[in-house]
């Protein structure tokens, strides 16, 4: 795959994320129901945390911290969903779905700008570039 190809790729799953994030929040809707929510939330949630990943992985300017970090939030967002299903450690339904809300928006955001949070070597030099001219 090309750098450009990739590039074109990440910025598509940036998009993807931030469109998805949009649509759970407008899941706080009393029209759906409980159910209807969580479920929603958690397939929302992942979408956006795998398509950061991916993301993070095929952009040249994210080093490998970015994605390091984003598969960490996953593993702390699904121990937390299994440890609330099992009842282990249960949080409400209208609990759960902000806490999805917000674990979705932080990625979102955290995709958005990975770029500057995580800047690989090459991202780190074109920076250098453009500050010295």
Same mark, same amino acid.
């Given at each position: 795959m090309t750098a450009s190809l990739k590039a074109r790729w990440a910025n598509i799953l940036t998009t993807v994320a931030?469109? +998805?994030?949009i649509f759970q929040t407008l899941l706080t809707s009393p029209p759906f129901t409980i159910e209807t929510i969580?479920?929603?939330s958690g397939i929302c949630t992942?979408?956006?945390?795998?398509?950061?990943t991916w993301k993070q992985y095929l952009s040249p300017d994210v080093s490998s *911290? !970015?994605?390091? +970090? *984003?598969?960490?939030?996953?593993?702390?967002? *699904?121990?937390?969903?299994l440890l609330?299903? +099992?009842? =282990?450690?249960? =949080?409400? !339904?209208? *609990?759960a779905k902000w806490v999805k809300w917000a674990i979705t928006v932080a +990625?979102?955001?955290?995709?958005?700008?990975?770029?500057?949070i995580f800047p690989s070597e090459l991202q780190k030099d074109r920076m250098k570039d453009l500050k010295s001219q």
């Open positions: 931030s469109v +998805v994030a969580a479920l929603l992942y979408v956006t945390l795998g398509s950061t *911290t !970015g994605t390091k +970090v *984003t598969i960490g939030i996953a593993i702390a967002a *699904t121990v937390a969903g609330n299903l +099992v009842d =282990v450690f249960n =949080v409400g !339904g209208d *609990t +990625v979102a955001i955290l995709n958005i700008l990975s770029k500057q």
